[in-house]
Every structure is written in structure tokens, then in C-alpha cells.
């Protein structure tokens, strides 16, 4: 499809948004299961959980699809900012709450989409306490809520994080975990995602519900804040400040990139298509970059402008991440899931959705 541009040339934030979610209706999923449906999907306020939002309300706009959407949010004016262009809908409730505390929807839900977690680095690890009730406890409330209602599909979104320190840095599949130091604070948003994980398979065992978990690598795309401090969105705010890109390491650690419309496909596809009480990696082989080449290849995708990424030797040593964190898509694509969106075009469609200018040339290598 055509890109539509402002009068600086760049593509309009809403039309990126709307193009994304068109690409997520063109997956081959049993949308009609969502049709008269209420889906409570928590955490709303994310950049991942509001794709939800998108989607299913443009279910109703194209196909008059009857679903009605409850977006759980804890910030009322941050909801009001990302859901602004909703007001005044009928199929569109805002629900404003700490997910830690009883909650309380008068009616039936047929599907829920558990997404509250504070996921940005820094906010994380700003308040490990709330970082791990919020996982535990909010993932229990919403447990709870599913269990009183005819529950047709629960979504757990989990995180890579669980996984720990694998031994040599080997392919992550769902049937092994690493290890995790439980006394390390800074490990309250990976521990309370496992613990939430064993609260999912207990109710899936005691009620029978439909638990499934997903298990996202680094999902990239429009939305985040600027100072989340996951390293892709870093480099975005770098270009925006300045003609360099600086790494806090040596830059040789692999990570898994996946566009944000490819990862909620993904998620759709467990929702609808998983097995109960099982966990499914969301991520693409293809696209595996180190920290170094992903650096590089937005800094060349900048056009007009001579980017120079740089080391900041003072805090390489300080870098405690994985030497490599890739997965295994195997088990996800079973069900039917294939990425549409390669790494190099997903990067160019968030640089974009950022107001900078980037080339229609070149592309990034998997590792």
C-alpha cells in the first residue's frame, strides 16, 4: 500500500498506526470468534496492549463485528491521550484501576488479554516491589475475574525474560529455562512473570480455563515512550537529539527483533489457535542482529545526515546483559503464524513514525 506524507514529507503518525493494523486484519485468524464478544485487555496504556485495542475496534469499523472493548488502564490522562480518537464510542469502555486491586466489570467477558506490567527498563526497575505485584498480583485479579466468566480465551503476555541465563548462549525453545538469581532485585520483572506463568497453569489445571502464554522477544514499533530505555527506541531518541548513536557495550550482543504488527499476530495466534496451559516464544529467526549492527543500519537508514555510532568506553564494562538472546519460533509457527515484515522494513516504519527521514535502501543481515 501507498505511504501517505505530511507536507514535511513524513508519513502522518495515525496513517503509520492504521496501515499497521490493516497488515494485522490481513492474517489468517478466526476473526469471526471475536464477533458479539467482550475482550478485556489490561495494561491498555502500552504500546503493545493498545495494538489490541486498534485491531479489534477496526474489526467493528470493517466488519460491524459487535465486539466491545474494555481497556483496563491505571493513568486516566494517558489513556485519554493514547485513545483520544475513541471517545464517545459505544464498543469502547475505559476502566481505570490499579490491576493489583479486586476487579470489578459488571458484565460477562469472553476473552482477556492480560498485558499490565511496567515493561520499560527504567520503570521496572524504579519500584521492583509494585514491578512484582504487578505481575503476581494483577495477573492473579484478572485470574480470578476469568474464573467467575465464560471464559472463552485467556492471553497471558509474559516476556523472553523468564528464560534466565541459558548455558552458551543456545537457541531459547519453551521446554527449558535457565538460571535466575531470585535474590537480585533487578530480577523482580523476570521473576514475577514466572510466577505469574505458575498462577496461569494452576487456574488452567483447577477451572479449566483457556489459559495460553506468550512469551515476546523484543517488540519494536510505533508508540513507545522515548525514554523507556530498551536499546532500539534509545537509538531513535538519539537520532533525534544528534548525529551519533552511543552503545553502552561493545555492541556484540544478539537479540530477536519483531515488528509490533508480526508479534500481535503472533499473539492473536496463540489466543485463538494454542493449546491451554501452554507457552509459545513470540519471535522470528530472521530477525537476529547484534546490538552493533542494528546501531549501524538505522544510522545508514538516516538520509541527509552522516551518523556516527560510537562506544562509550566507560560503561562497557559496567554492561551486565546476555551475550545472545535469540529463539525458537518452531512451536508458534505450527499454528499457522508466518512474520510478514522484515527487520530492516519494521525499523524504517518505527524511524518514521518518529519524524525521521530514512532511506528506502538497504537491509539488515540476521546474525
Excluded at 83 to 90: L, P, Q, T
Excluded at 136 to 146: P, S
Amino acid at each position: 500500500m501507498g505511504f501517505l506524507r505530511n507536507r514535511n514529507g513524513n508519513m502522518p503518525k495515525a496513517e503509520i498506526i492504521k496501515e499497521d493494523v490493516a497488515q494485522i486484519r490481513m492474517a489468517d485468524l478466526p476473526w469471526r470468534r471475536f464477533y458479539g464478544k467482550t475482550i478485556l485487555i489490561s495494561g491498555a496504556n502500552g504500546y503493545v496492549p493498545a495494538y489490541f485495542v486498534h485491531t479489534f475496534l477496526e474489526l467493528n469499523d470493517s466488519k460491524n463485528a459487535g465486539c466491545k472493548i474494555i481497556a483496563l488502564c491505571r493513568s486516566e490522562d494517558r489513556a485519554r491521550e493514547r485513545f483520544a480518537e475513541y471517545w464517545g464510542r459505544d464498543d469502547f469502555v475505559l476502566h481505570i484501576q490499579d490491576v493489583c486491586k479486586p476487579i470489578g466489570i459488571g458484565e460477562n467477558v469472553s476473552y482477556f488479554i492480560h498485558a499490565a506490567s511496567p515493561a520499560g527498563i527504567r520503570s521496572r526497575h524504579a519500584d521492583p516491589a509494585a514491578t512484582f505485584s504487578a505481575n503476581v498480583t494483577g495477573c492473579e485479579n484478572m485470574l480470578k475475574l476469568a474464573a467467575t466468566n465464560h471464559c472463552e480465551g485467556f492471553l497471558f503476555v509474559s516476556s523472553v525474560d523468564i528464560y534466565g541465563r541459558m548455558p552458551n548462549g543456545e537457541r531459547l525453545t519453551e521446554s527449558r529455562q535457565g538460571s535466575l538469581d531470585t535474590l537480585n532485585v533487578r530480577n523482580a520483572y523476570s521473576c514475577g512473570k514466572r510466577a505469574a506463568e505458575t498462577l496461569c497453569a494452576v487456574y488452567c489445571a483447577k477451572y479449566g480455563l483457556p489459559i495460553v502464554v506468550a512469551r515476546p522477544f523484543q517488540i519494536f514499533g510505533p508508540g513507545i515512550a522515548l525514554d523507556d530505555g530498551r536499546l532500539h527506541i534509545d537509538f531513535v531518541s538519539q537520532l533525534l537529539s544528534g548525529d551519533q548513536i552511543v552503545l553502552k557495550s561493545d555492541g556484540s550482543a544478539v537479540r530477536s527483533f519483531l515488528y509490533i504488527t508480526d508479534a500481535i499476530t503472533g499473539m492473536l495466534s496463540v489466543l485463538l489457535n494454542g493449546i491451554p496451559g501452554q507457552a509459545y516464544n513470540i519471535v522470528d529467526e530472521n530477525g537476529e542482529a547484534s546490538v552493533l549492527e542494528l546501531a549501524r543500519r538505522m544510522a545508514d537508514l538516516s538520509i541527509g545526515r552522516n551518523i556516527e555510532v560510537v562506544f562509550d568506553d566507560a560503561a562497557r564494562s559496567a554492561s551486565g546483559a546476555f551475550p545472545c538472546v535469540t529463539g525458537s519460533s518452531e512451536k508458534l509457527r505450527r499454528l499457522g503464524w508466518l512474520p510478514s515484515l522484515s527487520l530492516n522494513d519494521g525499523a524504517k516504519r518505527m524511524m518514521k513514525y518518529y519524524g525521521l527521514d530514512v532511506s528506502e535502501e538497504g537491509g539488515i543481515s540476521p546474525c
